[in-house]
C-alpha cells in the first residue's frame, strides 16, 4: 500500500499524477510582460551563466516576439547582445535556443551581423547537433554582401552525408534565392547532387531547389521533368513536388508534351497514397480534359475513399466534390462508396459526400437523399449547413420538378435556430427556386411569409417583404399575401415596417381591384411613429389616390435606376448653372441596370461563375473625361463599354478600346502600351476611316510620350451623323512617331525619330453603344403604358443561330437591353418562345421590345418577330433599323 508523502503539517502534499494536471495549469506564456522579460534578460551577462534559468527566459522572450509585441530596436539590440554572451555555455538546450533567438531577432535588432563568424564556426564544426541549426541562422541573417564568403561552407553542406545538415542548406538556399538568386544558381551542381540522396526530405528539398533555380527558363523546366520522370524518385514528397511541376508545364505549355502526361497517369499507380491521390488531383484540375481521360484519376480517387485514414478520405472526396462540378457524369461510378460516407463520424467528410451526391444524384434518389439528409443535417455546424444548402440550390435547378421534395426540406431547416447567414442561405435558395421555377412560386412565398412571422433579422424581412410585392401580386391569390405584410407593419421595427409599406404599395401598383382596401392601410401608416414610415405612407396614397398609371408604374414598381454619384453630379452641374428657369431633368441623369431597391443576390459557394468582361462603371470615367477640355461641354456620360481588344495580346504595341457615350456624341478611348524596350513612342495618336463617309472625328487627344510597359489612352471624339446613323464600322490605324533608347536605361540613343504607323482592327460602333438596358420590374403595364404611337414591327430570318435560346442571347446583345421577368430562360423542347426586353435610349428615352422567336419545323430554320416600342417615335425607328 503506497502512502502519499505528506508535509510539514502532516497533511498528504497534493502532486501532478497525470497529463490533465498539467494541462489545467494552463500556458505558462499567455500573461508575459514585455517589460519584465527584458529585464530578466539582464540574466545572460551574469557569471557563471545559469543555463535552465537563461533556456526559460530565452524561450519567454522569443514567445513575445513570435506573438507580434512590437519591441524597440534599442531593446531588441541590447538583448541580442545579451544572448550573444551565451555562446560560453555548453549546454545543448540553451546552445539550440540561442539559434533560435538569433534568427527570430535578425529583424528587430540591429548588428546582428557580429555572431557571423561565431555561426560559421559551429557551421563548420564537427558538432552535427549545431551545424543544421547553426545554418538556419547564418541563412537568416546573412546579406548579398557576405553571401559569397559562406559559399563554400554552404557547397559543402548541400551534399554532407548528415540528412538533416543537408536539408537545412536546401531549406536555407531556398530561403536565400529571394535574397541573391544570382549566388543559390551557381550552386545546381550540388543541389542536382542532394536529389540523388537517399533520404525522402533531402531529395524533397533539393528538387525544390533545382526547379527554382530553373524556373525562369521553360525547357530547362521540360527537361528536369523529362530527367526525373525516368529516373524513379525514391522520396513520395519528390514525387508530389515532381507531379505539380509537369502538371504547371502542361497548363503553361501551348503544345504540351504527352508524355507529360502519361507520366502523371503513371503515378496513379505507385505504391504511395500520397503521390496516388496527387496524380489523381492533377490530372482532375487539368483543363480541357475529356471524361475519357479522368476516368482513371476517378478510378483512384474512388480507392482512396476507401482507406482506413481519414485525411485521404477527406482530401478524396472533396476533390470528387469539385470534379462533380465539371463532369457530374463522371463521378457518378463512385455514388456508391460516397453513400456510405453520410454516417462517417467525421462530419466534413460526411458534408462532402452529401453535397457530392446531391450534384450527381439522379432525379429518382432525390427523395431518399433528402430523407438520409434530414438526420445528418442537425449534427453539423452552420458553415458545413450553408455548403449543404448550396447543393441543394443546383440540384434544384437541375431537376426543378423536384421542388415539391425540396422546398419543405428547406422551409423546416429555417424554422431551426441557425445564424444569421445560415438563413440567409436558405433564403436565397427559396427565391432562387421560385425565380427559376415558376410552379414553385405559391409555395415558396407561403414558406418565407411564415418565416418573416417569427424572424430576427432585419435585413432578410426586408429581402422577403421585396420578394413579396414583386411576384405576390402576379400570384392566383394575391389578397391572401396582405396580411403577412401588415403584420410586419404593426409589429416590427422602423427598417421592417418601412419596407411593408413599400410592399403594400405595389400591391395596390399591380392589383386595381385591391387598390381600395391597400389604401385603408396606408392611411393607417400615417400615425406611424417614424417619419420614414409616415413620408412613404403619404407618397404612396398620393400616387395611387391621383396619379396616372403611367406615373403610378414609374415611381412605384420601377423605382429609380440612376447612379447615385451621376445624380449627385447632374444636381450639382444644374445649381452651378443657376439657370432655374427650366427644371432640373433627371433623364440627363446616367442610368444603370439595377435598381438602387434591388438587393445583390448572394452567389453560393458552390457555383463557380466564369469571368466575364465587365462594362467599367461609368463614376470613374467621367471625372476623368470631364478634365480633359475638349470634351467638358459634352454633359454626363451615359454608357461605358467593357474594353476591346484592337490588337493581340503578344503584339508588339498593344491597343484596347472602350466606347463613352454621350448624348450626341460618343468618344473612343484608346489605351495605348508600348512593349518594345527600345522604343519611345512620341505624339501617338489613332486615326478613323468610314468608307461610307457618315461618321468624322471631331477631336483628337494624342499621347505626347509613352515610355515602355506604361499605359496611356488617346482619344477620338465622334459626333453622331445628321443621317439618324447609330451604328458603323471605321477602320483605325495607330500613328506614332519612334525614338530608340537603351534598353536598360532608357535614355535616347539620339533624338532622331521616324515615322511610323500600326494597323489595328476595325472599330464598330452598335446600336448597343446608345442603349442602356434597365430591367422592368412589371413588363406588361410598362408595355400598356408607352401606347402604340412609337411602335414598329419587323419578322425576318436568322441565319447565323441554331437554336432559340442562342436567337434570344443574339437579339440581346445586339440591341444592348435586358431581358425582363426572366423571359430569357428558354424551357427545354418550346419551338417558341417570347422574350420582353427593356432599357433607355441616350438622351433618357424608354424603349421597350417583344422578341418571338420560332422554329419552323419544315427546315429548322428560325424566324423571329420583333415589335419595337417607345415614347419617341424616332429612337423606335433607329433601334428597328439597326436590327433589321
Not at 447632374?570 to 445649381?575: T, V
Not at 447565323?800 to 437591353?817: C, F, H, M, Q, S
Not at 435586358?818 to 419551338?831: F, I, L
Amino acid at each position: 500500500m503506497s502512502i502519499a508523502p505528506k508535509n510539514k503539517g502532516g497533511q498528504p502534499s497534493r502532486m501532478k499524477t497525470n497529463k490533465k494536471d498539467e494541462e489545467a495549469s494552463g500556458n505558462v506564456y499567455a500573461h508575459l510582460d514585455k517589460t519584465s522579460v527584458l529585464q530578466e534578460c539582464r540574466a545572460f551577462n551574469e557569471t557563471p551563466i545559469n543555463n535552465k534559468k537563461c533556456t526559460f527566459i530565452l524561450t519567454k522572450l522569443i514567445y513575445i516576439i513570435q506573438q507580434g509585441e512590437p519591441i524597440g530596436r534599442t531593446e531588441a539590440t541590447e538583448a541580442f547582445f545579451g544572448v550573444t554572451k551565451l555562446w560560453q555555455s555548453k549546454d545543448v538546450n540553451l546552445r539550440r535556443m540561442i539559434y533560435l533567438g538569433v534568427k527570430e531577432m535578425a529583424e528587430v535588432s540591429d548588428d546582428v551581423i557580429i555572431v557571423t563568424s561565431s555561426l560559421t564556426k559551429d557551421m563548420t564544426g564537427r558538432e552535427d547537433l549545431y551545424r543544421a541549426a547553426a545554418i538556419r541562422a547564418l541563412c537568416k541573417i546573412t546579406d548579398t554582401g557576405m553571401l559569397q564568403t559562406i559559399e563554400r561552407y554552404m557547397k559543402q553542406a548541400i551534399v554532407d552525408r548528415n540528412s538533416a545538415i543537408s536539408s537545412s542548406a536546401v531549406v536555407s538556399s531556398i530561403h536565400l534565392m529571394r535574397k541573391s538568386a544570382e549566388v543559390v544558381r551557381r550552386w545546381a551542381n550540388e543541389v542536382q547532387e542532394a536529389v540523388s540522396s537517399d533520404n525522402h526530405m533531402v531529395q524533397y528539398h533539393a528538387l525544390a531547389l533545382l526547379y527554382q533555380i530553373r524556373a525562369n527558363d521553360r525547357l530547362a523546366v521540360n527537361k528536369l521533368v523529362q530527367k526525373f520522370s525516368k529516373n524513379a524518385l525514391r522520396s513520395p514528397y519528390a514525387v508530389c513536388y515532381l507531379i505539380r511541376i509537369a502538371t504547371r508545364c502542361l497548363v503553361d505549355d501551348d503544345q504540351p508534351d504527352s508524355s507529360v502526361f502519361t507520366f502523371i497517369e503513371s503515378c496513379l499507380r505507385h505504391k504511395s497514397e500520397m503521390v496516388v491521390y496527387e496524380a489523381a488531383r492533377a490530372i482532375v484540375s487539368l483543363p480541357q480534359t475529356t471524361p475519357s481521360e479522368i476516368q482513371p484519376a476517378i478510378t483512384a480517387l474512388q480507392m482512396c475513399c476507401t482507406s482506413p485514414k481519414a485525411a485521404v478520405r477527406f482530401a478524396a472526396v472533396r476533390t470528387l466534390n469539385k470534379v462533380a462540378m465539371a463532369h457530374p457524369n463522371a463521378v457518378m461510378s463512385c455514388n456508391v462508396d460516397l453513400e456510405k460516407f453520410i454516417t462517417d463520424p467525421n462530419r466534413s467528410i460526411a458534408t462532402l459526400a452529401i453535397t457530392t451526391l446531391l450534384k450527381t444524384g439522379a432525379e429518382s434518389s432525390v427523395e431518399r437523399l433528402m430523407q438520409q439528409i434530414s438526420g445528418f443535417v442537425n449534427e453539423i455546424s452552420d458553415e458545413f449547413k450553408i455548403v449543404v444548402v448550396d447543393a441543394i440550390r443546383s440540384l434544384c435547378s437541375r431537376y426543378p420538378r423536384k421542388h415539391t421534395v425540396m422546398m419543405p426540406f428547406l422551409a423546416k431547416m429555417l424554422r431551426n435556430d441557425g445564424s444569421y447567414d445560415y438563413k440567409k442561405a436558405i433564403v436565397e435558395t427559396i427565391i432562387a427556386i421560385i425565380e427559376e421555377n415558376p410552379d414553385a412560386k405559391v409555395a415558396g412565398l407561403a414558406h418565407l411569409c411564415e418565416f418573416i412571422e417569427d424572424c430576427e433579422h432585419d435585413n432578410l424581412s426586408t429581402r422577403v417583404l421585396h420578394l413579396l410585392g414583386r411576384e405576390a401580386p402576379k400570384t392566383p391569390n394575391p389578397s391572401s399575401y396582405i396580411r403577412f405584410i401588415y403584420n410586419r407593419v404593426i409589429l416590427e421595427s422602423t427598417k421592417v415596417r418601412a419596407a411593408a409599406v413599400t410592399a403594400l404599395a405595389k400591391f395596390g401598383a399591380q392589383c386595381v381591384d385591391l387598390r381600395p382596401s391597400i389604401q385603408v392601410l396606408l392611411k393607417r401608416c400615417l400615425l406611424d411613429s417614424d417619419d420614414e414610415v409616415r413620408d412613404r405612407a403619404t407618397f404612396y396614397l398620393k400616387m395611387l389616390t391621383e396619379a396616372a398609371e403611367s406615373l403610378i408604374h414609374n415611381f412605384i414598381l420601377d423605382g429609380l435606376q440612376v447612379s447615385p454619384a451621376g445624380l449627385e453630379r447632374s444636381i450639382l452641374d444644374y445649381l452651378r448653372s443657376q439657370s432655374y428657369s427650366s427644371a432640373f431633368d433627371l433623364r440627363t441623369v446616367p442610368v444603370v441596370q439595377q435598381a438602387l431597391s434591388q438587393p445583390e443576390k448572394r452567389v453560393p459557394q458552390l457555383i463557380e461563375e466564369e469571368e466575364k468582361p465587365k462594362a467599367p462603371k461609368v463614376e470613374p470615367y467621367a471625372a476623368q473625361l470631364a478634365a480633359i477640355p475638349q470634351f467638358a461641354a459634352l454633359g454626363p456620360v451615359f454608357k461605358s463599354t467593357a474594353r476591346i481588344a484592337l490588337t493581340e495580346s503578344i503584339a508588339e504595341y498593344t491597343v484596347h478600346m472602350i466606347k463613352h457615350t454621350f448624348a450626341n456624341a460618343i468618344v473612343l478611348q484608346f489605351e495605348c502600351k508600348n512593349t518594345m524596350n527600345d522604343q519611345l513612342l512620341l505624339d501617338v495618336s489613332v486615326e478613323l476611316e468610314d468608307p461610307d463617309g457618315e461618321w468624322e472625328s471631331k477631336e483628337t487627344v494624342q499621347i505626347n510620350k509613352l515610355p515602355y510597359g506604361e499605359i496611356h489612352s488617346a482619344y477620338s471624339l465622334l459626333e453622331f451623323p445628321d443621317s439618324g446613323a447609330i451604328s458603323g464600322s471605321l477602320g483605325a490605324i495607330l500613328k506614332f512617331k519612334v525614338m530608340d533608347v537603351d534598353p536598360t536605361s532608357g535614355e535616347p540613343d539620339s533624338e532622331d525619330t521616324y515615322d511610323q504607323t500600326y494597323v489595328l482592327e476595325e472599330v464598330e460602333v452598335n446600336v448597343s453603344d446608345s442603349v442602356q438596358g434597365v430591367a422592368k420590374t412589371s413588363f406588361a403595364s410598362a408595355w400598356e403604358a408607352l401606347g402604340d404611337d412609337g411602335t414598329r414591327e419587323e419578322t425576318f430570318q436568322l441565319s447565323t443561330v441554331e437554336n432559340i435560346p442562342d436567337a434570344v442571347k443574339k437579339i440581346t446583345e445586339i440591341l444592348g437591353l435586358v431581358p425582363c421577368e426572366r423571359s430569357d430562360r428558354v424551357p427545354e423542347g418550346k419551338t417558341q418562345h417570347t422574350v420582353f426586353l427593356s432599357g433607355v435610349f441616350r438622351g433618357g428615352y424608354e424603349v421597350l421590345s417583344k422578341a418571338t422567336v420560332a422554329v419552323d419545323p419544315s427546315d429548322n430554320s428560325i424566324a423571329m418577330n420583333i415589335i419595337i416600342k417607345s415614347n419617341e417615335p424616332l429612337v423606335a425607328d433607329l433601334v428597328i433599323s439597326a436590327v433589321v
